[in-house]
């Protein structure tokens, strides 16, 4: 039987298992009830192996196919997000404050249908490993896999990533060869000054004058330090000082992020950000502690990964064309530890006219599960080459 056909002939039950996922949403690695949903399924397709517990709650798949060849990582995230589901469907969350707002849903069904499809077939030489990860939404559930010798333990030598992307047409694909998703890092700064009066300013330092000639000063990072050719984020995103309209505070604290897509800017703007958060509060009299934590490193494709991803994205696109030079974005996605660790890419499937990423309104396009399903077969099936 033709693959589009067979994977077609497996939709109906692709979507219904989806829509249990979305009805059972699960936080970071508290992914208990869905990992077991999907290691039970491995299973019963017939994986060679199925273990669980990579990366405390991450399940692996091991399909070998009929003959030696490459060993090849298929990633999808399965974790969902603290917001409440503002839909009305059927299958909506039934879990009070959390849901499937970011499409993990779909990754996991569709990743599931390729292990079924390729479980079934065995139409290729080599290995496929499916990779359920746990934790991506701010838990670094990649890094964790890694931690736990996911690539050495079963012989990764390539890996490979997809996201649902509202607004393109649903089944379509873009990716792009080098930084496709931003490094996201996080940072913190206490201003100290001294308290006081504020009808009486002079006896005091005033912290919230300091803050504010800080948080003008942070914008010269990207407007003055960074080649204007280049891409980078500064942003301030809370600001937080005194209780009383009558007393200058002792003490501001500013939170932020920065976003970068290329690490010797990151580097840049760690410190140039350190130095002007020292020396701005210092011209003015206060001292100031800084914390700055680094996150999700650039999500960074392999030129050749890239190529060959659009070149088996393109005979499944609904389209038939497949953006290969899309714009990088500048949120932030895990996968890229693997990406440092493998050769491999990250690309985007078309969600249509969605609501956007973590919206409480947002909802899996079911129509697109036969894409998804027939990029990771495909990729398998063309990358490890035909059965002997």
């Known amino acids: 039987m033709p693959r589009a056909e067979r994977i077609a002939g497996m939709k109906d039950d692709v979507i219904a298992w989806r829509r249990d996922l979305h009805a059972h949403p699960e936080l970071l690695y508290e992914v208990t009830r869905t990992a ?3 290691a039970d399924k491995l299973r019963g397709f017939g994986c060679d192996e199925v273990v669980t517990g990579i990366g405390r709650t991450g399940v692996v798949g091991i399909i070998r196919g009929k003959g030696a060849g490459p060993v090849i990582g298929l990633r999808a995230d ?17 879990a009070p404050g959390l849901m499937h707002a970011c499409g993990h849903d779909g990754h996991t069904a569709m990743l599931l249908g390729a292990a079924r499809y390729l479980a079934e077939t065995r139409d290729f030489a080599g290995t496929a490993v499916v990779i359920f990860q746990p934790a991506e939404e701010g838990g670094a559930g990649a890094k964790a896999m890694l931690d736990d010798g996911l690539l050495d333990r079963f012989g990764i030598q390539e890996v490979y ?6 607004g393109m047409v649903p089944g379509s694909f873009a990716i792009r060869p080098g930084a496709m998703l931003a490094a996201a890092d996080r940072f913190r700064i206490v201003i100290e000054g001294k308290g006081s009066h504020a009808a009486h300013p002079h006896e005091g330092i005033d912290s919230v004058v300091a803050a504010s000639q800080l948080v003008l000063a942070l914008q010269t990072i990207v407007a003055r330090n960074v080649d204007p050719l280049k891409n980078a984020v500064v942003s301030v995103t809370t600001i937080n000082g005194g209780d009383a309209f009558n007393v200058l505070p002792q003490r501001v604290t500013l939170t932020g992020t920065v976003r970068t897509l290329d690490p010797a800017i990151r580097d840049l703007c760690e410190e140039r950000l350190t130095a002007l958060a020292r020396a701005i509060p210092a011209a003015l009299g206060a ?16 030129p050749d990964a890239a190529r060959f991803a659009a070149d088996v994205a393109q ?11 899309i714009l990088p974005i500048m949120g932030a996605e895990d996968f890229s530890y693997m990406l440092e ?11 249509g006219d969605s609501a956007g990423l973590h919206h409480p309104r947002y909802n899996f396009n079911d129509e697109i599960v036969t894409a998804g399903i027939g990029y990771w077969a495909s990729l398998i099936e063309a990358r490890c080459g035909a059965a002997a």
């Not at 660790?341 to 969600?351: D, K, L, Q, S, T």
């Open 287 to 302: 001292t100031a502690e800084v914390e700055f934590w680094r996150g999700y490193p650039v999500t960074m494709n392999n």
């Open 341 to 351: 660790e493998r050769p491999g890419a990250f690309i985007f499937i078309g969600n």
């Open 161 to 166: 990533g997809m996201h649902n992307m509202p």
């Open 36 to 38: 077991g949903v999907v």
């Open 315 to 325: 005979g499944i696109s609904s389209t038939g064309e497949v953006d290969r030079s």
């Open 78 to 94: 399965m974790d969902a997000l603290p917001i409440e589901e503002e839909t009305n469907l059927p299958y909506r969350s039934t």
